[in-house]
């Protein structure tokens, strides 16, 4: 073996520079072109996604359908927004219970931002770590009766870090067909086997567990308490039974479930009577009902160890700005203090989700709980409709492939307990006006 030396911006830790790569061990596609061929990299509006999105710009222009996305909201995401100097009713945003902008959230912001600064300029295991963080943690744990809680800046990539910092090649992830693509990215770095099972269908993944369970040592079963695209929640009862009778573990997505289900908003585990202890990592964000911006972990005393240890969004990412968790400790704290915001969202949701299906609209399998969408399968319809309702004063977001299988595209309407029965009321009208959407 070489002694290892060290070089100038070279880790001594690394091992010594390798041989040369011979030629019968580059690439296939290098050794197609000949040893002395020099391959490029295509420009990049050659690239086939570029000339993809391109032939998708070109067909909405002839069809006169705008692109609905990164559009710019002129106003503070709530029950109402501003589009082109236009007031519309707002079903695009998830401020469930309407908390974005309260005087109290504003304010404690607005304190921690005076007192922290707007970063905290270091990873948390350097110098990121602010007192605030604390107590959210604990907060946050305190709602799920969990020994401790874990804050990543990233709600996107806190699924992906537990994922890296839990399992290994013998360990298997087995979550829902219909998962957020949160967790399908960041499994797929993750050195496990991953396999998904249809869409609440227990005895699906019951089958699998009992044919396959014994090949694995950790199997982590993972699903949502709300789904994002569809409205509906998982059988959590059930999904605790299959993993203590198998011996695993289980994830729940909180994102939508939090402020949202149960009678005061505490999540999926209230909504289904069930013992918050009994499921292993309670995930979610802070981005929906406590309006900041991040992810959460709730969880054993060990889990919260082995993150704060391995979690690579933890260890090596900048800690969450004071303020944002300010903001969400604030929301919070009014979230439990006024569970009428959470009546008055299922209200409101329910009072949208019936007069939908009085109107003869496909919503899928929804529960008509914060999240009511209307299935119209293809894209083209699914923007016009979008567009049609915009013109009538009704703002909601166009869902389409490949955020939801093909066929299956869906106008998305996201409902706070911002929104007065006027605003309901208004929606169901225009639809009413606009039918039939596709």
């Known amino acids: 073996m070489k002694p290892m030396m060290e070089r100038p911006g070279r880790s001594f830790l690394m091992d010594a520079e390798p041989e040369p790569t011979a030629p019968a061990a580059r690439p296939p596609r290098l050794r197609a072109l000949g040893a002395h061929a020099?391959?490029?990299?295509?420009?990049?509006?050659?690239?086939?996604?570029?000339?993809?999105?391109?032939a998708a710009r070109q067909l909405g222009m002839q069809t006169g359908l705008r692109d609905p996305h990164y559009r710019t909201h002129e106003a503070r995401a709530g029950a109402h927004t501003r589009l082109d100097g236009r007031e519309l009713i707002n079903f695009a945003s998830y401020d469930y219970l309407g908390l974005n902008g309260h005087p109290e959230v504003l304010t404690a912001h607005a304190d921690a931002a005076a007192l922290y600064g707007t970063s905290v300029s270091g990873s948390r295991l350097t110098s990121g770590e602010r007192p605030v963080h604390a107590a959210l943690e604990a907060a946050l744990a305190d709602l799920y009766e969990a020994e401790a809680g874990l804050l990543f800046v990233s709600g996107h990539a806190t699924p992906g870090s537990v994922l890296h910092a839990l399992l290994g090649p013998r360990d298997l992830i087995l979550h829902d067909e219909l998962i957020h693509n949160c967790v399908v990215v960041g499994a797929e770095g993750v050195r496990c086997?991953?396999?998904?099972?249809?869409?609440?269908?227990?005895?699906?993944?019951?089958?699998?567990?009992?044919?396959?369970r014994d090949q694995f040592e950790n199997v982590l079963i993972i699903t949502e308490g709300l789904f994002s695209m569809?409205?509906?929640?998982?059988?959590?009862?059930?999904?605790?039974?299959?993993?203590?009778?198998?011996?695993?573990?289980?994830?729940?997505?909180?994102?939508?479930?939090?402020?949202?289900?149960?009678?005061?908003?505490?999540?999926?585990?209230?909504?289904?009577g069930v013992d918050p202890r009994r499921i292993d990592i309670w995930f979610g964000t802070l981005s929906k009902a406590l309006v900041g911006c991040g992810g959460y972990i709730c969880g054993s005393r060990a889990l919260t160890d082995i993150l704060r240890a391995r979690a690579p969004?933890?260890?090596?990412?900048?800690?969450?700005?004071?303020?944002?968790?300010?903001?969400?400790?604030?929301?919070?704290?009014?979230?439990?203090?006024?569970?009428?915001?959470?009546q008055a969202l299922q209200a409101r949701s329910r009072d949208l989700?019936?007069?939908?299906?009085?109107?003869?609209?496909?919503?899928?399998?929804?529960w008509g709980v914060g999240i009511v969408p209307v299935i119209l399968g293809g894209d083209l319809a699914t923007l016009a409709a979008s567009q049609r309702l915009e013109a009538l004063g009704i703002?909601?977001?166009p869902v389409l492939q490949p955020g939801v299988p093909a066929n299956s595209a869906r106008l998305r309407f996201?409902?706070?307990?911002?929104?007065?029965?006027a605003d309901i009321e208004r929606a169901l009208e225009v639809l009413r006006v606009a039918a039939p959407l596709s």
């Open 38 to 54: 020099r391959p490029r990299s295509l420009p990049f509006d050659q690239h086939p996604t570029f000339r993809e999105l391109h």
């Open 193 to 212: 086997q991953r396999k998904s099972y249809r869409h609440n269908d227990m005895e699906d993944l019951e089958r699998y567990m009992v044919r396959h």
């Open 230 to 272: 569809d409205g509906d929640g998982c059988d959590l009862r059930a999904l605790i039974d299959i993993k203590e009778r198998h011996g695993a573990w289980l994830m729940v997505d909180e994102a939508h479930a939090l402020g949202v289900m149960g009678a005061t908003g505490k999540g999926s585990a209230e909504h289904a």
């Open 313 to 342: 969004g933890l260890v090596y990412s900048v800690g969450m700005p004071a303020p944002v968790a300010a903001a969400a400790l604030s929301a919070l704290g009014i979230m439990r203090r006024e569970p009428q915001r959470v």
């Open 353 to 366: 989700w019936e007069g939908m299906r009085a109107l003869g609209l496909d919503l899928g399998t929804s």
């Open 395 to 397: 703002n909601t977001f």
């Open 414 to 421: 996201f409902v706070s307990a911002a929104h007065a029965s």
